[in-house]
């Protein structure tokens, strides 16, 4: 009798060669199953809660594979050497990923051409990446046009929705759609899917912020539960606390905590700034930034967040900051890892009253060109940069929290203060898919919280009411 992971690799093996028969068709053929809209949310089922495989076991529940057999290896080499054939046994392949993670994704690469290179020398690998385009705009980048962009691509979750709409994105091959939803949590699989089918590979769990802070000022969680506390005393440290008010992405956490809502659905973007709810998180604003110089630091200037809050721990200027996980290395360097506190968000004062301020919470994750020339070669690097094993050292060298189960459950993963700061802070986080798209980034709401900062906070409630109903009139189009 064959054993079920014998049949479950005949099978899987199956999928691969009719995947690699759909990828020579033209893209209306291709995409016909593609029935999602942008509506339609990506956090809704966790991938393959509704679908068949073709024996008729439900994809969440079949058996994955060991992708890295011997005879998975050959197989797909197998593969790779058919789509070399079409261009002279090159596969050229361009990677887009964010300049941060440029050097540690090629370390990657590296690593993949070493276990996919050819036994006979029938192919070869030409495989760029870049960090030009960054995981904020790569997908509207793909949209623009996919048949000049990157085979393989980083994202925020945040913009699925609209690259499935646009029949731009490859649905994850079956060959790795059983792994992909072993590896990872619900929620990380959930955000990768539509209609509980798999687009993207989840990649990092941390697409969101929370508070780093330096526990020589502030001894622990008790000391930083609210912003005008902590300010207070920073200021009496000569430091400050950094929270950026002139990037929308930050800013937005403001707003949510005063009742602003900022949704995402059907296609359309809505927002209510214009309202009591937005001119109370305005105010907040102004509150914060009558500190600036006394304790808050509302904006990154020129230098860029993340060189702002690397320059302010190195120097000694700076005693917290709302920022993310991929500056949790650099602030250890700066101040030395025993000093590094983390938390979820402080308070902020809205309407007389301390709120928890909330926050935007995402994923970051990997997608495949619907154009690129080279499916299997592009789904095998995809899923390759973010098996466990790859997640679990992008932790250890970038600080990213990983979104598989095995490298969540290492012991120094689950140690770490960013991972519980995270966790606390999800209970205030806003996934991003749900709430924004171009349409708002492409707005002033970094721009107000600019001259907010930029006047330190004294602008009368009129110039505030014009300015939110300016952004509602940008937005709700």
């Known amino acids: 009798m064959v054993s079920k992971s014998k049949r479950v690799l005949a099978l899987v093996l199956t999928a691969m060669m009719a995947s690699a028969a759909l990828a020579g068709c033209g893209p209306t053929e291709v995409t016909q199953t593609q029935n999602s809209t942008a509506g339609e949310t990506t956090e809704s089922k966790a991938a393959g809660d509704s679908a068949e495989s073709g024996d008729g076991e439900s994809k969440a529940s079949a058996e994955a594979v060991d992708i890295y057999s011997d005879e998975m290896i050959k197989n797909v080499k197998d593969k790779m050497k058919e789509e070399a054939a079409q261009t002279d046994g090159v596969i050229s392949l361009k990677v887009w990923c964010s300049g941060d993670d440029l050097q540690f994704e090629k370390k990657l690469i590296k690593e993949f051409e070493e ?62 759609q059983n792994n992909l939803i072993a590896n990872n949590t619900e929620d990380a699989v959930g955000v990768c899917s539509i209609n509980g089918t798999p687009y993207a590979f989840p990649k990092t769990s941390d697409n969101g912020y929370f508070l780093y802070y330096d526990k020589r000022v502030f001894k622990d969680d008790s000391e930083v539960a609210s912003f005008d506390d902590m300010i207070q005393k920073a200021n009496s ?27 995402y659905k059907d296609g359309k973007q809505t927002t209510t700034f214009d309202s009591d709810e937005g001119l109370a998180a305005a105010k907040a604003m102004c509150h914060l930034a009558e500190s600036s110089d006394k304790g808050f630091l509302g904006t990154a200037g ?10 302010g721990f190195k120097e000694g200027t700076l005693a917290a900051a709302v920022i993310g996980t991929w500056m949790g290395p650099a602030i ?63 932790y250890n060298e970038r600080g990213l929290i990983p979104t598989s189960n095995e490298a969540l459950a290492d012991e120094k993963v689950k140690v770490d203060p960013a991972l519980k700061a995270i966790n606390d802070q999800k209970a205030y986080a806003h996934a991003q898919g749900k709430s924004v798209s171009g349409v708002f980034w492409a707005s002033n709401v970094g721009g107000f919280g600019g001259e907010i900062v930029a006047a330190k906070g004294k602008i009368d409630d009129a110039a505030l009411k014009k300015s939110l109903k300016d952004l509602d009139e940008q937005i709700n189009k």
Do not use: C, H, M
């Open 302 to 311: 020129s230098s860029g967040d993340n060189a702002a809050v690397q320059k």
């Open 332 to 394: 250890k360097e700066a101040i030395g890892e025993e000093n590094v506190g983390a938390a979820k968000l402080p308070t902020i004062l809205i309407n007389g009253e301390q709120k928890q301020t909330e926050s935007f919470g995402g994923y970051k994750i990997v997608g495949v060109n619907q154009f690129s020339k080279y499916q299997i070669t592009s789904q095998a690097l995809a899923y390759f940069l973010t098996n466990p094993e790859s997640q679990l050292k992008r």
């Open 237 to 263: 440290n000569k430091k400050s606390v950094y929270f950026n008010l002139t990037n929308g992405w930050y800013n937005a956490g403001v707003y949510f905590t005063a009742g602003v809502k900022i949704e």
């Open 115 to 176: 276990k996919y290179k050819s036994d006979d020398g029938s192919y070869s690998f030409k495989i760029k990446a870049s960090g030009a385009i960054g995981e904020d705009n790569a997908g509207g980048k793909i949209i623009e046009s996919p048949q000049d962009g990157a085979d393989v691509f980083n994202f925020a979750d945040d913009q699925l929705s609209t690259l499935v709409e646009a029949k731009a994105i490859a649905q994850v091959s079956d060959v790795f």
